[in-house]
């Protein structure tokens, strides 16, 4: 019932910068909260970024500083804006969004857009 279609992955070198978006559709009455994981070979899924309803976020240590997350609650969207990238951001990032819809709050998930940083 309820879909994250995400875009903006790709190749960059260190020290670049990349910009994830990501669109909620659906029969969705709220998003609580909009964020990002990501998964590296090996690694588990961690968190990334968070966003809240009425814009509280939260960020992995390890990308403080150089990630900012904000969101367009009037197109159900959230972006990831990504800069000085570095190897060890390489992982395939997933949108998350926890929705209120007609029958409850449910948490949906994107496909996943890969990101890889080159030395």
């Known amino acids: 019932q309820v879909q994250l279609v995400e875009s903006g992955g790709g190749l960059v070198q260190a020290g670049g910068s990349l910009r994830l978006s990501c669109a909620a559709s659906g029969s969705i009455l709220t998003i609580n909260a909009m964020g990002w994981y990501r998964q590296a070979p090996g690694k588990q899924r961690e968190l990334v970024a968070i966003?809240?309803?009425?814009?509280?976020?939260n960020y992995a240590d390890s990308v403080k500083g150089r990630f900012t997350i904000w969101r367009d609650n009037a197109k159900n969207t959230v972006i990831l804006e990504m800069n000085s990238l570095k190897p060890d951001d390489t992982a395939v990032y997933y949108c998350?969004?926890?929705?209120?819809?007609?029958?409850?709050?449910?948490?949906?998930w994107g496909q996943g857009t890969q990101v890889t940083v080159s030395s």
């Open positions: 966003i809240g309803l009425g814009g509280a976020t």
């Open positions: 998350n969004a926890r929705v209120v819809i007609d029958r409850g709050a449910i948490v949906s």
